[in-house]
């Protein structure tokens, strides 16, 4: 059984978008643009990716961290892994403290020298 097809001008595509998701999530599905779109494709309506994004964005619903985000981010560097961004960042930050790169260096010396 082929799904109605309603006229464009006679749909709320926002309210559309988030009837789907609503119906996915109490499914126990994640709701993703991609399914949203495909499914109201099958009911001939037309949305892009960047309006669904939007609309589920306003819902509460957030987009999930990419992997090469989630690397790194907010973990301390463990000791003789590779330097990170944010540790490149933090030593600047610490280098602006002291003023310069030695007087950081000196600082960080002394407090190694209390560690032992």
């Known amino acids: ?20 998701a609503a119906a996915l999530k109490t499914k126990g599905e994640k709701p993703r643009p991609v399914v949203i779109i495909a499914h109201l494709k099958k009911e001939g309506v037309e949305v892009s990716s ?3 994004s ?3 964005k306003k819902m509460g619903f957030r987009p999930r961290r990419r992997a090469a985000a989630k690397i790194g ?5 463990r000791p003789g892994g590779p330097i990170s ?3 490149l960042v933090a030593a600047k930050r610490l280098v602006s403290h002291f003023g310069t790169a ?3 260096l000196a600082a960080v010396a ?7």
């Open 102 to 104: 030695e007087r950081a």
């Open 110 to 116: 002394a407090l190694k020298r209390f560690e032992s």
């Open 73 to 77: 981010a907010g973990r301390a560097a």
């Open 54 to 56: 939007m609309v589920l």
């Open 1 to 20: 059984m082929m799904a109605e097809k309603k006229p464009a001008k006679d749909v709320n595509k926002s309210a559309e978008i988030r009837r789907v």
């Open 50 to 52: 960047p309006q669904v």
């Open 85 to 87: 961004v944010e540790d």
